[in-house]
């Protein structure tokens, strides 16, 4: 099993305090990088960079940036709840799906699925939008660590939250429907 490091873990520990103690400045200067390419927002600076490690950077860096917008986006206006998930990307937009009743949710998966690395940041921006405004939750960790395996070439990522989001209805038979 792929763990968090111990940096990426001291990231999430501190997003998830902002929302706790309703840092809505620092909240706000995180989702200044939303129309911004990972990295790119000055704002982000000082709260992202104490947690990347100096090794590692490149994609990794681009996705604690892209997490820590994401994650603030989110949580906009929602005050100081933190709300637990678990499951992966897959997990959250088959909620949303069974949630909205909306084909085109089905959709909007398959063109993240599809999504190459440089257009993966806009494509996420949009479907966490969705997911917030339906309220549906996101694992922060999961997708921390799902995005830094994202171009792996057994896409197994990939994979993974194809079975998340379909698994509810591999039961059904063709031509039949799940409710």
Same mark, same amino acid.
Request: hydrophobic content about 40%; charged content about 25%.
């Given at each position: ?6 940096? $990426?873990?001291?990231?999430?520990? +501190?997003? &998830?305090?902002?929302?706790?103690? &309703? ?21 982000? +600076? ?18 604690? +940036?892209?997490? /820590?917008?994401?994650? /603030? ?5 929602? #005050? ?9 990307? #897959?997990? %959250? ?8 009743? %909306? &084909? %085109? ?13 440089? /257009? ?37 990522? $990939? ?12 039961? /059904? ?5 799940? &409710?």
């Amino acid at each position: 099993m792929i763990k968090l490091t111990p940096s $990426q873990e001291k990231l999430i520990h +501190y997003l &998830e305090a902002l929302v706790r103690h &309703e840092e809505v400045g620092r909240l706000a200067g995180l989702r200044r990088g939303v129309n911004k390419p990972p990295g790119l927002a000055p704002e982000a +600076y000082s709260q992202v960079v104490p947690f990347l490690e100096s090794d590692r950077l490149g994609w990794v860096e681009e996705v604690a +940036y892209l997490v /820590a917008v994401l994650f /603030a986006m989110w949580h906009q206006g929602r #005050g100081p709840r933190l709300v637990p998930m678990s499951g992966d990307l #897959g997990r %959250s937009f088959r909620d949303l799906a069974s949630e909205t009743g %909306s &084909e %085109s949710v089905e959709k909007r998966f398959v063109g993240l699925l599809k999504s190459r690395p440089a /257009a993966l940041p806009h494509r996420l921006r949009h479907a966490v939008g969705l997911l917030k405004t339906n309220d549906v939750p996101v694992n922060w960790r999961k997708l921390i660590l799902d995005l830094q395996n994202w171009s792996h070439p057994d896409r197994f990522i $990939q994979r993974r939250w194809a079975r998340s989001f379909w698994a509810a209805s591999s039961a /059904a038979s063709p031509g039949e429907t799940t &409710e």
